[in-house]
């Protein structure tokens, strides 16, 4: 959300806050739409969100679902609520059916948009290759789960979910909105689509599906990404060198 353009808001960000950080260039952005000159610009900076590879490296590979051979796996996962456009993956998933290809996708979340996606699976008579799975603590497991992660969501903060997923070598299919490209490379990581724009999710979808080897290429440029961008030990490094700096 953009921050108000108030009073109050420009006492505290000209004369409280010392410094602003962000994780991302787009919540930075976000910040200061409404107002450019709410702090200086010298006195914000960027710091992703870091993952600490060597604890999620280490904990155990037990997929949370059986495999599949027949099948490519498509996995979903956050919080079943508007923003994340779980409606927009099922759209595609009917998309892809009506062309012939088939997957099985995996949605792991709960929220208060559960009853209705679960309506919506019946009408599209997605029961057979579409399954909800409620929240899901064991994510590593999920990852193993599946082959693709799609993320169709209208906004992100940062999402864990994209660097956690590439760290396991899963290319990624996602809306080309708010952070999501400063995680997601278009074409090196994954495959990026206008927002909201079904055709266009199920096209990077089928994409993906009928080519392994770029699933592969994908896949092991996301895991390269996150070790130099997004690893814990990255982003702590940039935080000390933010809290050093004098401004």
Not at 11 to 23: A, E, S
Not at 173 to 188: C, R, Y
């Amino acid at each position: 959300m953009p921050t108000r353009n108030t009073m109050m808001n420009r006492f505290l960000f000209r004369r409280v806050v010392t410094k602003l950080l962000c994780n991302s260039e787009h919540t930075r952005r976000m910040v200061l739409s409404e107002n450019p000159r709410l702090i200086p610009y010298e006195r914000t900076f960027v710091v992703f969100n870091g993952l600490d590879l060597a604890a999620f490296d280490s904990l155990p590979v037990n997929p949370l679902v059986p495999r599949q051979a027949v099948n490519v796996v498509i996995g979903c996962a956050g919080r079943l609520t508007e923003q994340k456009g779980h409606v927009y993956l099922l759209e595609a998933a009917a998309l892809l059916r009506e062309r012939g290809v088939n997957a099985t996708f995996l949605l792991a979340g709960s929220g208060e948009l559960e009853d209705s996606l679960r309506s919506r699976v019946a009408e599209l008579d997605l029961d057979e290759s579409v399954h909800l799975l409620g929240f899901v603590e064991d994510m590593k497991g999920f990852y193993a789960s599946i082959d693709i992660l799609a993320l169709p969501s209208l906004w992100e903060g940062f999402g864990y979910v994209l660097s956690e997923a590439m760290s396991m070598r899963l290319p990624v299919v996602a809306f080309d909105t708010s952070n999501i490209p400063e995680v997601v490379v278009d074409g090196e990581t994954g495959l990026l689509v206008p927002p909201r724009d079904v055709a266009a999710f199920a096209n990077a979808l089928e994409t993906l599906i009928r080519d392994s080897g770029l699933r592969l290429r994908f896949g092991l440029a996301g895991r390269e990404r996150v070790e130099h961008f997004f690893s814990l030990a990255k982003t702590t490094r940039a935080l000390e060198d933010v809290l050093l700096v004098s401004v």
